[in-house]
């Protein structure tokens, strides 16, 4: 196909502006108090219309990708956790499915399970987390987000006692996981676990009914398939637009085939949509932790052909890619048998999925703007890196 | 009717209020410096250097007893470099009687770890544990925040307190390490004599092999 044939994309031109009218420019962020972390929206506005927008990235950035490739591989794990840091453990899990592909490193059974249990636990805070911070950028202050970080907090604990940390929890290693469960560890997780679904129908009585929420997510910062397709955008905002692509039905990677789960698909793209499909998920991540608490083996964690020290995988790439929650998160790496990454690149689902906003929030008030920008749930941290 | 998601959710709010007088379950805030959450066990926070004596133990005796060899591997492996070893210039016998070199400097800036415990992964010699004290705020943005070897000396009763599981794993690690060479320098001891004992008997007379030098290009 030549370059002639290719449709270029522009976003739609709203031609409302007459003669002589004059816009109003305005920088929203990166330190505005409803724009969550470092990110700056400059905005012109027709009285209360967005007419243009344009957001400007950067302001956290901090080298990653440069410093892993200058770092062992090993070095650049906790790295990982410091991405999308509501996330870690997908981040880690991310990065060590590309390592071992490129090593090529058997995962021994448990430490799967393992790792599917500890990546839906991540989904579930963080999707819960996600609607919290949505509902404060609605004007909902406190409730919906204090109740979300209860349910939050009690994972962490559970990630804290596995792997040290909360957040940074740098687990994940070449071929398995650091450590092995502590004694008990299953039994509470069964016991928040079983509690999980109570704490979604509490926050579905809570909102989802809600005139409130209906009136300003309905109809509001549609995205289009196509456009969706087009852009590269992934995870619940795609879905929310109703194309079924979900990285652990399509890639197969880990063992996501042994468990029975649904993927929520949504009808119109709209920010409600964006929500009830966070909700959805969160209560599949249930029946996966359900499946995977009960058939979880014994048996050990570490393949015995992985090693901490002088890692050097064969010259080689590869890519690992994982359905992270904000989307599919991808790591991109060469080796040229050294010690380090001749080559490391990170795929965040933040950044590409947060390209397309201009397109959501054309035409919509000034106020929507903010409701749009939380829909797409980011992280400041893996959009910038 | 218009209102009713609203009420529901009002009503739900209700419920956790009220709630929060009857059930401790609802009450999920602690009231931090009077109250504390308690401390997970497998908490990690800063790096600390492991001796093996007495927790009051004077300066001296805390560096004397220090694990630490001063192999260097964690500053090397520390992903954000905070890390500073230098190497001492003697040798002083470590936990198993063997002759070792010990670190002269040992300097963590705190205000640089990352807390990512990979320098404890990649110690071969158990020297270097987690910590699980938090409350470190200073006012010196770089000194204070730069702890030498002996701020981060804490004796191996410590790190049983704080990890109790990891430590015992950790001794019984070393006892039998301990024991291992025990035997071995026995066997060795056990060795020599028979060798001396053989020394002393008659030799058969054997050619002695002529080592030839190759020329060097």
Redesign the interface.
């Known amino acids: 196909m030549s370059t002639a044939d290719m449709k270029v994309y522009r976003p739609p031109v709203i031609d409302i502006i007459e003669e002589g009218d004059e816009l109003l420019e305005v920088a929203m962020g990166p330190h505005h108090p409803s724009t969550h972390g470092v990110f700056r929206m400059d905005v012109a506005l027709d009285g209360e219309r967005v007419i243009r927008l344009k957001p400007v990235f950067g302001y956290l950035h901090r080298n990653h990708e440069k410093i892993a490739e200058k770092?062992?591989y090993?070095?650049?794990?906790?790295?990982t956790?410091r991405l999308d840091y509501f996330c870690s453990l997908t981040n880690n899990w991310a990065y060590a499915l590309a390592v071992e592909k490129l090593a090529g490193l058997e995962v021994p059974e448990r430490a799967e399970y393992i790792r599917v249990i500890t990546a839906e636990l991540t989904r579930i805070q963080n999707h819960a987390s996600s609607i919290g911070f949505l509902m404060q950028e609605m004007g909902a202050s406190g409730?919906p987000l204090m109740?979300a970080f209860?349910e939050r907090?009690r994972i962490l604990?559970l990630f804290?006692?596995?792997?040290?940390?909360r957040m940074?929890c740098?687990y994940m290693r070449f071929g398995g996981c650091?450590?092995e469960l502590?004694t008990g560890w299953l039994a509470k997780a069964q016991t928040i676990v079983d509690g999980l679904p109570k704490f979604i129908d509490?926050i579905e009585?809570?909102?989802?009914?809600?005139?409130?929420?209906?009136a300003r997510c309905q109809g509001m910062g549609i995205l289009k398939p196509d456009l969706a397709i087009n852009a590269g955008v992934t995870g619940p905002m795609l879905r929310a637009t109703g194309v079924n692509y979900d990285l652990r039905k399509v890639d197969h990677y880990g063992i996501y085939d042994r468990f029975k789960f649904r993927v929520p698909l949504g009808d119109h793209g709209d920010i409600f949509d964006r929500y009830m499909i966070r909700v959805l998920e969160m209560r599949e991540s249930v029946t996966i932790l359900h499946q995977a608490i009960k058939d979880i083996p014994a048996g050990p964690i570490m393949d015995p052909k992985s090693k901490?020290?002088g890692f050097r995988p064969k010259p080689g790439e590869a890519y690992g890619r994982i359905e992270a929650p904000k989307g599919e998160l991808g790591f991109y790496l060469i080796s040229d048998g050294s010690g380090n990454p001749y080559r490391y690149r990170v795929r965040p689902p933040s950044l590409i999925n947060l390209t397309i906003l201009e397109d959501m929030c054309l035409g919509h008030n000034v106020a929507d703007v903010v409701l749009i920008f939380g829909s797409v749930d980011i992280v400041l941290g893996e959009v910038d890196r | 009717m218009?209102?009713?998601?609203?009420l529901?959710?009002l009503?739900?709010?209700a419920k956790?209020f009220a709630g929060s007088f009857v059930s401790k379950d609802r009450l999920?805030t602690v009231q931090y410096p009077e109250e504390r959450a308690p401390v997970?066990?497998?908490?990690?926070d800063f790096p600390f250097l492991v001796y093996d004596g007495a927790d009051d133990a004077s300066d001296e005796a805390k560096l004397a007893g220090l694990r630490c060899v001063a192999c260097q591997?964690c500053e090397k492996?520390?992903?954000p470099k905070c890390i500073y070893i230098v190497k001492s210039t003697d040798k002083k016998p470590d936990y198993v009687g063997k002759p070792q070199i010990y670190p002269a400097r040992f300097d963590i800036d705190i205000s640089v770890c990352?807390?990512?415990?990979?320098c404890v992964?990649?110690c071969p010699f158990e020297a270097i544990k987690?910590d699980t004290e938090f409350e470190l705020s200073t006012t010196d943005r770089f000194g204070g925040l730069l702890y030498d070897r002996e701020q981060l000396a804490r004796s191996n009763q410590h790190y049983h307190k704080i990890h109790p599981?990891e430590a015992a794993e950790v001794d019984a690690r070393l006892a039998e390490e301990k024991a291992k060479s025990e035997a071995k320098a026995k066997a060795a001891a056990e060795a020599a004599a028979l060798k001396a004992a053989a020394a002393a008997a008659p030799k058969p007379v054997v050619p002695a092999a002529i080592e030839q030098k190759e020329p060097t290009a």
């Not at chain 1, 090993?74 to 790295?79: D, E, Q, R, V």
């Not at chain 1, 009585?205 to 209906?214: F, V």
């Not at chain 2, 218009?2 to 609203?6: H, I, K, N």
């Open positions: 770092a062992s090993l070095a650049a794990m906790p790295y956790d409730t109740y209860r907090e604990d804290e006692e596995l792997t040290g940390s940074m740098n650091r450590v502590p509490e009585a809570l909102l989802t009914g809600n005139e409130i929420l209906m901490i020290r | 218009l209102g009713e998601g609203m529901k959710g009503a739900e709010t956790n999920t997970i066990e497998n908490t990690r591997i492996e520390c992903p990352m807390s990512c415990q990979i992964e990649v987690m599981t």
